[in-house]
């Protein structure tokens, strides 16, 4: 069964430095996501990607943060400058249409600034 | 702004006792989700309702939607501990916005 893949599963890094999370989506899925965790809180909404451009996003997705889709198969988030308020669970999604769509979720990153 | 509700937080209940979680949601939103997360793991879609009226069944999950009230209510019908699990409801306006989520856990 298709799934989706991200990588590293854990990834530590010192506050101001840059991170890539990066994510394979199911090939056939038009509509890409990224959402995050805070430990035991709630899943926030961060960024909807369609046609390789940013179809949505939330007010957490500000200056700091931007997606790409370097190739046919890869999207990733980029946080340009890490704060110690970064450490969560990272969560990529994929879906065939945004909004009716089923979304499968890839298993997280996390991501622990220090 | 949309916000989602969702209640009880924590549901302890004994294994064949029925319950249900209910996940409010506060502006028009005809797209409503439902996940299951378990510890440390990532999120599986369980149901996306898109209309008034709208049920779906899946196992011992019902999932059902009411538009006009905001509402969406995911009834367990006779728990089992595989059931376990953290269910987050979600709605979908301009972005996702997911509620806290109700921990259950079901004891033998």
């Known amino acids: 069964e298709p799934e989706v893949t991200q990588t590293p599963s854990h990834q530590v890094t010192q506050m101001g430095q840059e991170v890539i999370l990066r994510c394979v989506p199911i090939?056939?899925?038009?509509?890409f996501y990224w959402y995050r965790q805070i430990l035991g809180q709630k899943v926030e909404f961060l960024v909807s990607?369609?046609?390789?451009?940013?179809s949505e996003k939330s007010e957490i997705f500000d200056d700091q943060f931007s997606v790409e889709r370097p190739d046919g198969s890869n999207f990733t988030l980029k946080i340009r400058s890490t704060k110690l308020e970064d450490s969560a669970m990272y969560f990529c999604a994929s879906s065939v249409p945004w909004g009716a769509g089923e979304q499968y979720f890839g298993p997280g990153t996390r991501l622990t600034v220090t | 702004e949309l916000k989602v509700e969702q209640n009880p937080l924590f549901l302890s209940m004994q294994e064949g006792k029925n319950y249900t979680i209910y996940c409010n949601y506060s502006?028009?939103?005809?797209?409503l989700y439902w996940y299951r997360q378990d510890p440390g793991k990532s999120l599986e879609s369980l149901f996306v309702?898109?209309?008034?009226?709208a049920v779906k069944q899946e196992g011992r999950l019902m999932a059902s939607l009411d538009t006009k009230a905001r509402l969406s209510t995911l009834h367990i019908t006779a728990a089992v501990h595989d059931l376990s699990a953290t269910y987050f409801c979600a709605s979908r306006r301009d972005d996702m916005r997911f509620g806290a989520g109700t921990r259950l856990t079901v004891k033998p």
């Open positions: 502006t028009t939103s005809d797209r």
């Open positions: 990607f369609y046609n390789n451009e940013i």
């Open positions: 090939s056939n899925h038009l509509y």
């Open positions: 309702l898109l209309s008034n009226g």
